[in-house]
């Protein structure tokens, strides 16, 4: 089955505490796409990768990593999380880019106390 | 001022009834993205556009990329159409994707 899957679905942790959130696809996708969502802010991209290798900064970086050794995976990097990034997390990708058909992965709750 | 808005923010229908959801943006773009995200949170890609109209089962979606406006309608609604339906532009020029906040559509059987 084609789709995007992301680990772990929900986290609690303390600030200062480092952590990764995975994301991985399937189906031969070149570009992925991490968002956060807040309530009343909608959707915003932290980062995107367009190939294995490239990855460039999206409206909201501050504070995450990321990078994409492989093309299947595009895991989200927090060195030291603070309880602002306390949020909703998707992953994405389609084929080429933001032209595409976009796959989203059922999410990440986390939360940063 | 938000550069993609969507109207209504919430809508409650009776089952059947016709469904509209508008996004209007304020910047230059090049396409249209509608998505469906469902009570779980899952979030679905429902259409793209950049012109015209395009049409998928009882989903209809219209754009007028000029008067910078785009319509979701749903026909026959019911009740698993419930979700909340956002709209997000490709911006012309920087090739980025910017999101509105969102209808929360609530269809009673």
């Known amino acids: 089955e084609a789709q995007v899957t992301q680990n772990p679905r929900y986290l609690i942790t303390v600030t200062g505490k480092k952590l990764t959130v995975t994301c991985s696809q399937n189906?031969?996708?070149?570009?992925m796409s991490w968002y956060r969502q807040d309530p009343g802010l909608g959707l915003r991209q932290i980062y995107y990768?367009?190939?294995?290798?490239?990855?460039d900064k999206g409206d909201v970086p501050e504070g995450y990593k990321v990078s994409r050794k492989e093309k299947r995976n595009f895991p989200l990097i927090l060195e030291s999380p603070s309880p602002n990034q306390t949020s909703l997390y998707f992953c994405?990708?389609?084929?080429?880019?933001?032209?595409?058909?976009?796959?989203f992965g059922p999410g990440t709750r986390l939360t940063v106390l | 001022k938000n550069e993609v808005e969507q109207s209504p923010q919430n809508l409650t229908a009776q089952e059947g009834e016709f469904i509209t959801i508008n996004c209007s943006y304020s910047?230059?773009?090049?396409?249209l993205h509608w998505l469906q995200q469902h009570p779980g949170g899952g979030i679905v890609s429902l259409f793209m556009?950049?012109?015209g109209k395009k049409k998928h089962g009882r989903l209809i979606a219209t754009i007028n990329i000029q008067e910078k406006h785009s319509s979701l309608h749903i026909t026959a609604s019911h009740p698993r159409d419930s979700a909340v339906y956002i709209c997000?532009?490709?911006?012309?020029?920087?090739?980025?994707?910017?999101f509105g906040t969102g209808t929360r559509l609530t269809i009673i059987p």
């Open positions: 994405a990708s389609s084929l080429k880019g933001i032209w595409n058909e976009q796959f």
């Open positions: 189906m031969n996708h070149e570009y």
């Open positions: 990768s367009m190939n294995v290798e490239v990855t």
């Open positions: 910047v230059g773009i090049s396409a």
């Open positions: 556009l950049s012109s």
């Open positions: 997000a532009v490709i911006n012309f020029g920087n090739e980025k994707l910017t």
